[in-house]
């Protein structure tokens, strides 16, 4: 079983970043996959980001703002979100998987609870 934990989240004024932190507790060897998520209100989950090994996919409209990686010495992904803008509030998830760069929520197995990110104008 694995446990995702997310901090990092909170609010920021429009063009400022932040970096969200996912720490696993337990064994991630099963699942090589690691995903970040976000759910705004009244709107379906969407992918933002995953990384497998040291390959990396994103969301098209976010890569340029939004970096995935991961320090496997302190076992921690990071997600760093650099211009934010009113439209990334959501609540922001981590994920662990087996399916190289999944981009669907069904391809994850594990969940964090969940960060709040505000933007605001």
């Known amino acids: 079983q694995v446990q995702l934990v997310e901090s990092g989240g909170g609010s920021v004024q429009a063009g400022g970043s932040l970096r969200l932190s996912c720490v696993p507790s337990g064994s991630t060897f099963s699942r090589p996959t690691m995903g970040w998520f976000r759910q705004a209100p009244g709107e379906d989950r969407e992918f933002v980001a995953a990384?497998?090994?040291?390959?990396?996919s994103y969301a098209d409209s976010l890569k340029d703002r939004f970096t995935i990686s991961r320090d496997n010495g302190l076992n921690t992904l990071y997600l760093q979100m650099n211009d934010l803008k009113p439209e990334d509030t959501a609540v922001y998830y981590c994920?662990?998987?087996?399916?190289?760069?999944?981009?669907?929520?069904?391809?994850?197995?594990?969940w964090g609870q969940g960060t709040q990110v505000t933007v605001s104008s």
């Open positions: 994920a662990a998987g087996r399916v190289y760069l999944g981009t669907r929520g069904n391809e994850y197995d594990y």
């Open positions: 990384i497998t090994g040291s390959r990396t």
